[in-house]
């Protein structure tokens, strides 16, 4: 049986992608990460609405019944639905992304292209390499720790983002 493929995404200019990302957003929308995925997330009277594909419409989610902040991470916002579903949030920084993006896969988690057994392609370079390596984590270790203490601390942009979206989730939030 033959592997059905994916609809692909509306491509788009970089051009045309970095205008929308300069105009301002509709209000009540919040571009943000939502599981791996760049999501629109509209925050109305009417609920919480998803737009997950620019060429498709917007999709209203269950009543939201719980809304609560990452204890460590304060940028994430986990959401509870009615229909007992639950959703992470992670919104972006202002004009990071816009609604053309919406759809793109945007994660850490890059596989590697290549197969086969890595060890037995020793070089000449490889140890080179690791010193490298373990340079870039010397001089990264500060540096990552730093972030870290701005994302716990709440400080970091990402954090001031969803304490803005926090008020907006919980004014929509619906009790059993």
Same mark, same amino acid.
């Given at each position: 049986?033959?592997?059905?493929?994916?609809?692909?995404?509306?491509?788009?200019?970089?051009?045309?992608?970095?205008?929308?990302?300069?105009?301002?957003?509709?209000?009540?929308?919040?571009?943000?990460?939502?599981?791996?995925?760049?999501?629109?997330?509209?925050? %109305?009277?009417?609920?919480?609405?998803?737009?997950?594909?620019? =060429?498709?419409?917007?999709?209203?989610?269950?009543?939201? &019944?719980?809304?609560?902040?990452?204890?460590?991470?304060?940028?994430?916002?986990?959401?509870?639905?009615? =229909?007992?579903?639950?959703?992470?949030?992670?919104?972006?920084?202002?004009? +990071?992304?816009?609604?053309?993006?919406?759809?793109?896969?945007?994660? +850490? %988690?890059?596989?590697?292209?290549?197969?086969?057994?890595?060890?037995? %392609?020793?070089?000449? /370079?490889?140890?080179?390499?690791?010193?490298?390596?373990? +340079?870039?984590?010397?001089?990264?270790?500060?540096?990552?720790?730093?972030?870290?203490?701005?994302?716990? /601390?709440?400080?970091?942009?990402?954090?001031?983002?969803?304490?803005? /979206? /926090?008020?907006?989730?919980?004014?929509?939030?619906? &009790? %059993?």
């Amino acid at each position: 049986m033959a592997k059905q493929q994916a609809d692909p995404l509306p491509q788009y200019t970089v051009e045309e992608i970095r205008a929308a990302c300069e105009a301002p957003l509709p209000a009540g929308v919040t571009m943000v990460l939502m599981k791996k995925t760049v999501t629109g997330l509209q925050v %109305n009277e009417g609920g919480v609405s998803v737009l997950e594909r620019s =060429d498709r419409p917007w999709r209203q989610l269950s009543p939201v &019944t719980k809304v609560a902040r990452g204890v460590f991470i304060r940028s994430r916002i986990r959401l509870r639905f009615a =229909d007992g579903s639950k959703a992470t949030v992670r919104p972006y920084k202002p004009k +990071l992304r816009c609604l053309l993006e919406t759809g793109k896969r945007d994660s +850490l %988690n890059f596989s590697s292209p290549s197969s086969g057994d890595a060890r037995s %392609n020793d070089s000449a /370079l490889d140890s080179l390499a690791a010193i490298f390596v373990i +340079l870039v984590a010397i001089v990264m270790f500060p540096i990552s720790l730093v972030l870290l203490a701005r994302e716990m /601390l709440g400080t970091s942009a990402r954090a001031k983002q969803a304490a803005l /979206l /926090l008020p907006q989730l919980q004014a929509v939030t619906q &009790t %059993n």
